[in-house]
């Protein structure tokens, strides 16, 4: 099967669609190999229909925010009426009590009483002045949140949290991932929006856009656009050999088809795309491929019969004691995410793959998710209707200590092929936000389109806080 003139998207998230999308506006053929059944990748909407009607969920609460108004305006283009604006209400749950996310004055004081937060601020105090003198950079998440923090403070919802995402200790967690994520969150800036109540710098998006019908709906119709242009998007289907000769991939075969692109941008976990090239790549390469984990999650989606559990769009559970660590209530995105009367909680645990919790059957794991449901009042056994489990291997790639070593050895290597383009966050092995892996497609796309390559591990690299955005003041969408 010639392909000679198109181009080949492996993966069909993000990253990959809105490569296809972009290369599929500007006239070529497009081919996206997905493994799934859809598209969307971990931003995918699942479609439950049940006797009480639809009930659809994302993997988790995916809000939109960008500084790039681009980005705004093609998912607008592409989803018109359909692109809605949704005020946040976020807490998270600590030692017994709730607290708003971004921090309200007098709800921390309320719950955590004047000596701890008198300890906080201690803490903090010591560390700044600390800071003056320390000429050594912080080596770990643990050093960095310590000494931007406290002790208190970081202990009390950042590397607890962490620990309970990623699996390990926040002491062989990567600083990469504080300075990515948090190097601009400053405790100044919280307390002028905790005590302004419009004031301060947007650290912490409060306003997003979302898909009424689910952050799925922006792939869904990206990828029925692509196909009404003529090019193709092929699902159940996945890669099993690359083939490059002289610097250049010249064919993929695809289930028992080969395929020769012009271009292939790969979207699918990096570890994977090493193994499929032939001939092998470097050793170096594959052991440094082998040295990277992703962690895994299980997800239980559970239908309700109540018309609310909670108000807020999602809750973080940072204690160890709790089992899962986030849910999410899809309706409080988008009152077309569940059938008028009924509601649904999305309820997420981190784990390994292969472990206790990804071996684990849907009714202990229900168990365990309804000790704590139960015991916070959110819900009722009678009350749910449905339970529903999900699974997803490679969800968030660890930055243990030595990960950035490994990655770069990777991705030199598959740099060096004139038209093979890795992205996005499985395809470049960063933790990259929905907006951030958008990018990345669409500098992919320019890539092909121009002919120079565009370096795509700047996007989202910058030192600010990774929730500030641009909203746009525009509410008529």
């Given at each position: 099967m010639n392909n000679s003139d198109s181009i080949l998207v492996l993966g069909a998230g993000p990253a990959g669609m809105a490569s296809a999308w972009e290369l599929s506006r500007a006239g070529k053929q497009v081919t996206v190999i997905e493994k799934a059944g859809q598209v969307g990748g971990l931003a995918k909407t699942y479609v439950f229909n049940e006797p009480q009607g639809t009930f659809r969920v994302d993997n988790g609460p995916h809000r939109f925010f960008s500084k790039n108004k681009?980005?705004?305006?093609?998912?607008?283009?592409?989803?018109?009426?359909?692109?809605?604006?949704?005020?946040?209400?976020?807490?998270?749950?600590?030692?017994?009590?709730?607290?708003?996310?971004?921090?309200?004055?007098?709800?921390?004081?309320?719950?955590?009483?004047?000596?701890?937060?008198?300890?906080?601020?201690?803490?903090?105090?010591?560390?700044?002045?600390?800071?003056?003198?320390?000429?050594?950079?912080?080596?770990s998440f643990e050093d960095f949140v310590v000494a931007r923090f406290g002790r208190t403070l970081a202990e009390f919802n950042m590397i607890n949290y962490t620990e309970k995402i990623w699996g390990i200790p926040a002491k062989e967690i990567s600083v990469d991932w504080a300075e990515q994520r948090i190097a601009g969150l400053s405790i100044w800036a919280a307390l002028k929006k905790m005590l302004v109540k419009k004031g301060g710098p947007k650290t912490l998006v409060d306003t997003f856009y979302y898909p009424s019908l689910g952050s799925g709906l922006v792939?869904?119709?990206?990828?029925?656009?692509?196909?009404?242009?003529?090019?193709?998007?092929?699902?159940?289907?996945?890669?099993?050999?690359i083939v490059h000769?002289?610097?250049?991939?010249?064919?993929?075969?695809?289930?028992?088809?080969?395929?020769?692109?012009?271009?292939?941008?790969?979207?699918?976990?990096?570890?994977?795309?090493?193994?499929?090239?032939?001939?092998?790549?470097?050793?170096?390469?594959?052991?440094?491929?082998?040295?990277?984990?992703f962690r895994a999650q299980v997800y239980l989606f559970l239908t309700i019969d109540k018309k609310k559990v909670t108000d807020d769009n999602w809750?973080?559970?940072?204690?160890?004691?709790?089992?899962?660590?986030?849910i999410t209530e899809m309706k409080n995105f988008s009152k077309e995410m569940c059938p008028k009367g009924r509601t649904s909680l999305f309820i997420e645990f981190f784990c390994f793959e292969g472990d206790e919790?990804?071996?684990?059957?849907?009714?202990?794991?229900?168990?365990?998710?309804?000790?704590?449901?139960?015991?916070?009042?959110?819900?009722?056994?009678?009350?749910?209707?449905?339970?529903?489990?999900?699974?997803?291997?490679?969800?968030?790639?660890?930055?243990?200590?030595?990960?950035?070593?490994?990655v770069r050895v990777i991705t030199e290597w598959l740099d060096s092929f004139e038209n093979f383009f890795a992205i996005g966050r499985p395809g470049r092995f960063r933790y990259t936000n929905q907006d951030h892996s958008l990018e990345m497609g669409i500098l992919a796309a320019r890539s092909v389109l121009e002919g120079k390559r565009y370096e795509v591990d700047s996007v989202g690299s910058g030192s600010e806080y990774f929730e500030r955005g641009y909203v746009p003041s525009d509410t008529s969408r």
């Open positions: 681009y980005l705004y305006d093609m998912i607008g283009d592409l989803l018109g009426e359909k692109w809605i604006q949704v005020k946040r209400l976020t807490r998270f749950f600590v030692d017994g009590k709730f607290y708003y996310y971004p921090v309200r004055f007098r709800n921390v004081l309320g719950q955590m009483g004047i000596f701890k937060a008198n300890k906080m601020l201690r803490d903090y105090s010591i560390e700044h002045v600390k800071g003056r003198l320390r000429k050594k950079k912080p080596e792939y869904e119709t990206m990828s029925k656009k692509i196909q009404e242009k003529g090019s193709e998007v092929l699902l159940n289907a996945q890669p099993t050999r000769e002289n610097g250049s991939v010249i064919s993929v075969d695809v289930g028992t088809k080969t395929l020769r692109p012009r271009s292939v941008i790969s979207s699918i976990p990096i570890t994977r795309s090493v193994e499929l090239f032939d001939p092998i790549a470097p050793e170096a390469v594959r052991q440094a491929a082998k040295k990277l984990r809750v973080y559970f940072p204690d160890k004691e709790v089992p899962f660590g986030r919790i990804w071996n684990a059957g849907k009714e202990k794991l229900f168990d365990m998710a309804m000790e704590w449901l139960e015991k916070l009042k959110f819900l009722k056994r009678e009350e749910v209707l449905n339970i529903h489990m999900i699974k997803e291997p490679d969800a968030y790639p660890i930055y243990d200590l030595e990960y950035a070593e490994n």
